[in-house]
């Protein structure tokens, strides 16, 4: 079956621009997390939804970050005022609820120039 | 902090020999422990994973080793194979606020001659 899909594969902007990444989770996986990989730092991880419960936005680095979850589903993650220490993979994973596997997507490449 | 702390960073080994990588932990919260492998360009994917209330687990060739009192586990791959060069992350969650999120150690990298 289709797994977890993220959008844009790549993505290059400006210092400053603000910018969106999409994430389709698998069908019917109600948990749905945003890590970020970066060379210095690893995997982070960012924020993380799960059904209808507020989302846990601890990892978020700063209010810059933002990311919703519509309808159970798609997710966006939005940096604003983009900073060059914002460049890294940004990755999207999913699972049937928080006690089961996570499922990660292939993750959006964000550059800043 | 470093929740997960994984060695080597990188790792060399011959076609057919043992592939081994190390993780440890401090908070004892922690109920699961899986690895991910990771390609260039691609995302991690779920390799095999352990709960503490077993020592061991094994899958085809990889095998998790667990000490829940040293608070330690290993991924051990057998008769490693050119195919299995990636990057390994081992990774942990628990029960409480932190239920579902997953610390990550820092990764190896693993090059299989032929």
């Known amino acids: 079956g289709a797994g977890v899909s993220q959008s844009p594969s790549n993505k290059v902007t400006e210092k400053g621009k603000d910018v969106e990444l999409r994430c389709d989770p698998i069908s019917g996986h109600t948990a749905l997390y945003w890590y970020r990989q970066s060379l210095g730092q690893g995997l982070e991880f960012l924020i993380y939804f799960q059904g209808n419960s507020a989302p846990d936005k601890s990892g978020l680095p700063s209010d810059r970050f933002s990311a919703e979850r519509t309808g159970g589903s798609v997710s966006t993650l939005t940096i604003q005022r983009t900073q060059q220490e914002d460049s890294a993979v940004y990755l999207c994973?999913?699972?049937?609820?928080?006690?089961?596997?996570?499922?990660f997507g292939d993750g959006t490449r964000l550059s800043i120039l | 902090q470093q929740q997960v702390k994984q060695s080597p960073q990188s790792l060399i080994v011959q076609k057919g020999g043992i592939s081994i990588i190390n993780c440890a932990y401090e908070?004892?919260?922690?109920?699961?422990f899986p690895w991910y492998q990771q390609f260039p360009g691609k995302g991690p994917a779920l390799l095999i994973a352990i709960r503490p209330d077993v020592s061991e687990k094994k899958e085809g060739r990889f095998t998790i080793s667990f000490n829940k009192s040293a608070k330690q586990f290993s991924l051990h791959i057998m008769d490693s194979q050119p195919g299995d060069s990636a990057t390994y992350f081992c990774?942990?969650?628990?029960?409480?606020?932190?239920?579902?999120?997953?610390?990550f150690g820092r990764g190896t990298q693993l090059t299989v001659w032929p």
């Open positions: 990774a942990a969650s628990g029960r409480g606020s932190t239920l579902g999120r997953l610390y």
């Open positions: 994973a999913s699972s049937p609820d928080r006690y089961q596997p996570q499922h």
């Open positions: 908070n004892t919260a922690f109920d699961y």
